[in-house]
Each structure stands twice: as C-alpha cells, then as structure tokens.
C-alpha cells in the first residue's frame, strides 16, 4: 500500500470517527445546543434558549401570592356587555348568587373559614370572601361600603343587597349613585356588586368611566374565576 493510500485511508477513519461522534452527541428531534425542555445549555449560549413566558401570564392568583393583582387586571381587561339571561327579571329566580357559583375547593375552604357558607351566600359575601382569601385588605367604612386595598392600588367598593319586594334589576339612579360616590372617594377604581341582575346600561357606564365596573349576577362566576384563577 502506497503513502497516498494510507493517507487517504487514514482521513477516511477520521471523518467517520467525527460523524459517529457528531450522532452520539446529538439527541433525536432536538437541535444541538438545546436540552430536551427547549432550553439552552452552557455550551450552545443565548442563541437556542427558549424565552419565558412573562411572569404575569403564567402566575395564577393564589391567598399566597402577594405579587400578583387580579383586581387590578380586572379592571385592566376590557368591559363586556351583561350576558343576556332568560330568567333576567324574574323574582322567582333570585335564590343566593352563591348558589351558581363554582371555584377551586382551596377556595371554598377560604371562605368557609371566614364563616361565608358559599351555597347560601350573597354576591357580596362571595366578593368579599374571595378578595380576602387573595390577600386584599377589606375594610368597611360604612353599611355596604368597602375599601379594598393591596399595596398602593384601592378599590372603592358598594354592595347592593337584593331585598324581595324590590326590583330584581340594577337601576338607572343606583348606577348614577354609585358613580358619583366612588368619584368622591378618590380611589383608584370602584367595584358595585349586587345580587340583581344587569340592563344593558351598565356596559355603557363601564365604557365611558374604565375605572368602575358592576359584577351582577350574571357576572358574578367569571369576576370569580378572574380572582381565583380558575
């Protein structure tokens, strides 16, 4: 065998060599430099890294969570017209709000705890209950006027109780008392919840001041499920 032979044979060995080495190294359906989760590893830099989701889009509220505010997201999201019910009106149907309302069992026990028997609750014991089990400071500075605060934010809060000979829907001059009052209050945002159900009115109310909104009846479980993080 000549030199040229041996030379040619011996590149050959190292090519070989170097794919073997190349497949060995490599994990099957995953680019080089990026571990099996999507990450980067120490030797293939910044390049392959897979970017985090923001912190505020993957954190869920929790009574343990003092970073995240979702009351203040729920003033944030945009407003959205009352669902139309087909039992809106009726007094036959105004059986407690909390009746309707599902959420986690870690939730439930929270407002257990404070003596708030979900099943048999008012909107305003659900709210009020929830908010407390999210960490917020709730404090009443007159009959069914509350302060909720969390950090700097502050929440003006009426609860409009049902009564049975009344009318089972939120009224033009309820709406327009309530904006005035939480104008006074200079808080940061206003919060009217009612056992009642909503007209098409409030929607209109919501869009013109972003910073008030009416959890009625019918949008007691999403205001829920925006707090629970259900």
């Keep these: 065998m000549s030199g040229t032979d041996i030379a040619w044979l011996a590149l050959l060995v190292l090519v070989v060599a170097a794919v ?5 190294r490599s ?12 990450s980067g590893t120490a030797s293939g830099g910044t390049a392959g890294k897979a970017t985090p989701a923001p912190a505020s889009e993957t954190r869920q509220a929790s009574p343990m969570d003092p970073e995240f505010d979702p009351l ?18 009726g007094r036959e149907t105004m059986f407690p709000a909390g009746a309707a309302v599902t959420m ?19 909107a305003g014991e659900v709210v009020l209950g929830v908010l407390r089990a999210a960490g917020y400071s709730v404090n009443e500075t007159e009959e069914n006027v509350y302060q909720v605060t969390r950090g700097i934010a502050s929440t003006y809060l009426v609860v409009d109780p049902y009564e049975e000979s009344g009318y089972p829907e939120i009224d033009e001059s309820e709406m327009t008392r309530f904006a005035m009052s939480f104008m006074s209050s200079k808080a940061n945002n206003g919060l009217y919840v009612t056992d009642k159900f909503a007209p098409f009115g409030v929607y209109e109310r919501e869009k013109r001041d972003k910073r008030i909104r009416f959890i009625s009846r019918e949008r007691l479980q999403e205001f829920v499920e925006g707090i629970t993080g259900a």
């Design 20 to 24: 073997v080495f190349y497949l060995v």
């Design 72 to 89: 203040s997201a729920h003033f944030e999201a945009p407003s959205r017209a009352p669902k139309l019910s087909a039992d809106s009106g």
């Design 27 to 38: 994990k099957p359906g995953v680019p080089p430099g990026v571990d099996e989760d999507g």
């Design 104 to 122: 986690p069992e870690p939730w439930l026990a929270q407002l257990r705890g404070q003596g708030i028997v979900p099943e048999e609750a008012s």
